[in-house]
């Protein structure tokens, strides 16, 4: 079997579109979400950040927000930020 190559994978995972492409999708019912109206105050200042970051390999990931879950069966669920 042969290795699958990413050729030009980040740049076009970085692309000003694919990220209005993503933000439009990860929008969805949060419009009320305070989170979710500063993002919409400046969407495009937001999204040419991320790009900039992400191309230059300074993005790094907050911390997970970790809480119990006890519907169903109890469990631990850690968050992305």
Not at 6 to 16: K, W
Not at 39 to 47: D, I, K, S, T
Not at 49 to 78: C, K, M, N, W
């Amino acid at each position: 079997m042969g290795s699958r190559r990413a050729d030009g994978l980040l740049e076009r995972l970085t692309t000003f579109e694919a990220h209005c492409e993503a933000a439009r999708y990860a929008r969805r019912g949060k419009r009320r979400w305070r989170a979710t109206e500063a993002f919409e105050h400046r969407p495009e200042y937001v999204l040419l950040a991320l790009q900039t970051t992400l191309r230059d390999g300074s993005f790094h990931l907050g911390y997970y927000h970790e809480f119990d879950v006890r519907y169903a069966a109890p469990r631990r669920i850690r968050a992305a930020p």
